[in-house]
């Protein structure tokens, strides 16, 4: 009989007592952080997913300087369907990767008009299929500007955190989502992203975590203290 290589072996099976870990971990992360929420600044579904796309491989606190302007010049999907690119590249330039963005930008305005009649559909596959935007968009969009649960954000701080509390061993966001979503409440999955993502700003940070002041000390595998 052949033997399975490393590559070929199944990783080992979670722990079943992970869905009360992840209980526990959510009611204190609850108590820590009363004020966890989206830190991008928006009004309304439109303005929230030109925040989102802007803030691939940018800080929030950066996109929520640029933003203000965009939403001056096309306060709507129609006038930013009909955007020069090279203005729009110019107002979000400290974004990076501002040629790439300012086109998703357009593309996305464009799509909304031609095929939802200027308004942000409520559906991941709807979403999904417009320029600049990926499943982690869509689950900020849907999660915050209309309140439906589709999935788990998965950003760097949450991937981190995640790893670390041993609640997954994936390196993909979206395997990590996999994870995620059947460990927590399906109409807590939006908070969680954003416990997560203030957990591993304010305290699991990526290079010397607080551990010693981290409320899930002895729920983590990965602790220092």
Known sequence: MKRSGPAERR???RSSLLPAKAAVILERLKRAYPDAKCALDSRDAFE????????AQCTDARVNLVTPA????YPTPAALAEADQTDVEEIIRS???????AKS????ARALV????GEVPR?????????GIGRKTANVVLGNAYGINEGVTVDTHVARVSQRLGLTREEDPVKIEQDLMPLFPRDQWTLLSHLFIFHGRRTCVARRPRCAECVLADLCPSAIV
Do not use: E, W, Y
């Not at 965009?70 to 010049?73: G, K």
């Not at 930008?105 to 996305?108: A, N, S, V, W």
């Not at 559906?123 to 320029?131: C, G, I, N």
């Open 123 to 131: 559906t991941m596959a709807q979403l999904r299929v417009m320029p």
């Open 114 to 117: 031609a095929d939802h009649a």
């Open 48 to 55: 929230l997913l030109c925040a989102t796309i802007l803030s």
């Open 95 to 101: 974004t990076g990767f501002f040629r790439n963005k």
């Open 11 to 13: 990783k080992p099976r």
């Open 105 to 108: 930008l357009i593309g996305m």
């Open 70 to 73: 965009i939403f001056a010049r």
